[in-house]
C-alpha cells in the first residue's frame, strides 16, 4: 500500500515560480510510474506530467517548456518544478502512483495576473 503527501501549493504571480511536492510513503519503488495532474474548477482533472516506468518523462503540451518533473528515490519523493505559470494553470494539483493507482489529497496552485 501506498500514502502520497503534496505540499508546496500556495499564491504564485504569474511568470514567477513553485515547486510542489509528493511525499510517498510505503512500498514504493524506483519504477513505479508516478505523475501529477490537475483539476481547475469546473474542468475535469488531466494529466500534466509523469514518470514512466522507464524512467523517462513525458509533459502535457500545455505545460511542456515551463514545467519540471524530477524525483528523489532516495527520499520517495517526486516534485513538479513550475516556471513561468500562467493563470490558467491554477488549479489543484494531485500526485498518482500507477502501479497501486494511489492518489495524493492535493494542493491548490492559485497564479495571478
Known amino acids: 500500500q501506498v500514502q502520497l503527501v503534496e505540499s508546496g501549493g500556495g499564491l504564485v504571480q504569474a511568470g514567477g515560480s513553485l515547486r510542489l511536492s509528493c511525499a510517498a510513503s510505503?512500498?514504493?519503488?524506483?519504477?513505479?510510474?508516478m505523475g501529477w495532474y490537475r483539476q481547475a474548477p469546473g474542468k475535469q482533472r488531466e494529466w500534466v506530467a509523469l514518470?514512466?516506468?522507464?524512467?523517462?518523462?513525458n509533459y502535457a503540451d500545455s505545460v511542456k517548456g515551463r514545467f519540471t518533473i524530477s524525483r528523489d528515490n532516495a527520499n520517495n519523493t517526486v516534485y513538479l518544478q513550475m516556471n513561468s505559470p500562467k493563470p490558467e494553470d491554477t488549479a489543484v494539483y494531485y500526485c498518482r502512483e500507477f502501479r497501486y493507482n494511489t492518489w495524493g489529497q492535493g494542493t491548490q496552485v492559485t497564479v495571478s495576473s
Open positions: 514518470f514512466t516506468t522507464s524512467g523517462s518523462t
Open positions: 510505503g512500498t514504493i519503488v524506483s519504477s513505479n510510474a
